[in-house]
């Protein structure tokens, strides 16, 4: 097994850029960027604040020992933070992955889709941030009456797991639906009806018309914008549908299942250039600009990647019909109309619990890259650990005794009070905390 190397996030070109670039980001936010993203939003800050600490000592850490050699380590804490920070997310992405295949997914087959908005309607979901939701639920009822128009069974419940994407290739505002979906319905009883294939036109249509629907119900769509928008031969709406996937590939399942969780950029297509003032983003070849990269100054592509941290709060995975929260809890306590526990598990089965346990740092490394980080790198014995520190005062003691100390990281503004939340949100969050929190090594021997 190859020897553990802990990243060094400051040398990352996104930690350099956000490093360099954000105090001019932040003074120029309402020149510059609020008359097309709208005002800063609290979040932007405070999640920037905790990737540039990511991995910093001063923060806190835990401390490791290899008892066979005497070796000591630092493990500094990471920033937890998902759908900005590309480390803390794949994290999540693996977690949530696997949750959803083991835990989630019915063994029936289930198929890709996607749902997006033409760009004259962008803008609107932009500025008015509560819109995604909304959005959300058209793309749900969408679905439910495609498949039920299809199959003629009205009472039938889909099975959607949805998530919220607002980023495009160059990392344009695009907000767009992706979503699993079983292929075919469930009877309350748990009797699934396959779906045999279909013209995927009809679900364009309907999508159309419930966004179009939706905006004009709150007094965002003026009517002639409805009625160009009804005359175009091509809407500029967009649905995708993949091939069906059989459940016993569940190998393909996780990888789309990371696929749709993924973060808004890559990293790996970041180069910054001209002493870091400037950031190539490249991707795949755009033929309306007949090239594969952007050029951004460094403030405008942390303008264009903060648009996509979503809010406090708001949930970017949702579950709805027979994997809603409320169905899921159902069966596995029971209590579905005196049916057993999960009719698409043995009765004698005891259910599974709600929720997987979140993953161990050490166990999502093993799981990607096949190393230990736990692992001695002088004799490859396996390291404990000792204790977790996080008091200010502990920290900067033992910092300074190490010569490791290089002062107090610029520590997050206070936050205000998170958002209410819709009781009609039908969304689940697998992730729970860790009994220690992630770490990048420092060795002190």
């Known amino acids: 097994m190859q020897i553990y190397r802990a990243r060094n996030p400051r040398k990352s070109p996104l930690w350099q850029c956000t490093h360099r670039h954000f105090s001019t980001f932040l003074t120029r936010y309402s020149d510059d960027y609020q008359p097309r993203q709208g005002p800063l939003r609290p979040t932007i800050p405070q999640v920037v604040d905790k990737f540039l600490n990511c991995g910093t000592l001063e923060r806190g850490f835990a401390r490791i020992r290899c008892d066979n050699c005497g070796l000591n380590a630092l493990l500094a804490f990471s920033c937890k933070s998902r759908w900005f920070c590309p480390s803390c997310h794949q994290k999540n992405v693996q977690t949530c992955a696997e949750f959803l295949v083991a835990r989630v997914l019915a063994p029936v087959p289930h198929r890709h889709y996607v749902l997006?908005?033409?760009?004259?309607?962008?803008?609107?979901?932009?500025?008015?941030?509560?819109?995604?939701?909304?959005?959300?639920?058209?793309?749900?009822?969408?679905?439910?009456?495609?498949?039920?128009?299809?199959?003629?069974?009205?009472?039938?419940?889909?099975?959607?797991?949805?998530?919220?994407?607002?980023?495009?290739?160059?990392?344009?505002?695009?907000?767009?639906?992706?979503?699993?979906?079983?292929?075919?319905?469930?009877?309350?009883?748990?009797?699934?009806?396959?779906?045999?294939?279909?013209?995927?036109?009809?679900?364009?249509?309907?999508?159309?018309?419930?966004?179009?629907?939706?905006?004009?119900?709150?007094?965002?769509?003026?009517?002639?914008?409805?009625?160009?928008?009804?005359?175009?031969?091509?809407?500029?709406?967009?649905?995708?549908?993949?091939?069906?996937?059989?459940?016993?590939?569940?190998?393909?399942?996780?990888?789309?299942?990371?696929?749709?969780?993924?973060?808004?950029?890559s990293v790996a297509k970041m180069t910054l250039h001209s002493g870091g003032e400037k950031v190539i983003y490249r991707s795949k070849l755009n033929p309306k600009i007949n090239r594969n990269f952007e050029i951004f100054t460094g403030p405008d592509f942390l303008a264009t990647i903060t648009q996509h941290i979503p809010d406090k709060g708001a949930q970017m995975i949702r579950y709805y019909g027979w994997y809603s929260n409320k169905m899921r809890g159902q069966r596995h306590r029971g209590q579905n109309g005196g049916v057993p526990a999960d009719p698409l598990r043995p009765p004698c089965t005891p259910p599974p619990p709600a929720k997987l346990p979140s993953k161990k740092w050490r166990d999502v490394i093993l799981k990607v890259w096949h190393t230990d980080p736990l692992i001695c790198p002088h004799c490859q014995h396996r390291m404990r650990v000792l204790a977790v520190i996080d008091q200010r005062k502990v920290i900067e003691k033992i910092l300074l005794h190490l010569n490791l100390w290089s002062g107090l990281p610029a520590f997050m503004p206070p936050r205000g009070p998170p958002p209410a939340i819709p009781k009609h949100w039908e969304a689940d969050d697998p992730q729970s905390r860790d009994p220690f929190p992630d770490y990048d090594n420092v060795f002190t021997d």
């Open 116 to 265: 997006a908005l033409p760009k004259m309607l962008r803008a609107y979901f932009q500025r008015h941030r509560p819109l995604l939701k909304h959005l959300c639920t058209a793309a749900h009822h969408s679905l439910t009456l495609y498949l039920r128009s299809a199959l003629g069974k009205s009472k039938a419940h889909p099975a959607i797991i949805l998530t919220l994407h607002t980023f495009g290739e160059y990392l344009d505002f695009h907000p767009h639906i992706h979503a699993l979906v079983a292929d075919g319905l469930f009877t309350r009883d748990g009797e699934f009806h396959p779906l045999s294939e279909l013209p995927i036109k009809p679900l364009e249509e309907i999508f159309r018309a419930h966004i179009i629907q939706l905006l004009v119900d709150l007094d965002l769509l003026p009517h002639d914008r409805v009625r160009l928008l009804h005359s175009w031969k091509h809407s500029g709406f967009n649905v995708h549908h993949g091939e069906s996937i059989p459940p016993e590939n569940k190998a393909v399942l996780e990888q789309l299942a990371q696929y749709i969780l993924r973060n808004p950029f």
